[in-house]
């Protein structure tokens, strides 16, 4: 049974920086492609930063592009992603996904709220 459990959410100041992890049990990280998604109040979850398999190649949402920084830890088996320069709709509840080999995997969520 696959679990997936993220952390490091929190409150932070407009400009701030957080960085949240992704801690996976029951399955290896690096066979899967891992994502962070979040989801604000009212609106659809989206999809916010991948990391493939093997290689680890990286794609992000045009909205946090050079801000944002998703990474992988193998020998930690753990995903994380690394928020810079955070703004106000930044503000969500950010899930951690996997998925790859007919898996699909999602994570309980964390909040991040940014405000002054």
Do not use: H
Not at 55 to 66: D, I, L, M
């Amino acid at each position: 049974q696959v679990q997936l459990v993220e952390s490091g959410g929190g409150l932070v100041q407009p400009g701030g920086s957080l960085g949240l992890s992704c801690a996976a049990s029951g399955a290896t990280v690096s066979r899967y492609i891992m994502s962070w998604y979040r989801q604000a109040p009212g609106k659809e979850r989206e999809l916010v930063a991948s990391i493939g398999s093997l290689g680890g190649s990286t794609t992000y949402a045009n909205s946090v592009k050079g801000r944002f920084t998703i990474s992988r830890d193998n020998t930690k088996n753990t995903v994380y992603l690394q928020m810079n320069s955070l703004k106000p709709e930044d503000t969500a509840v950010y899930y951690c996904n996997a998925r790859g080999y007919g898996l699909v995997a999602w994570g309980q969520g964390t909040q991040v709220t940014v405000s002054s």
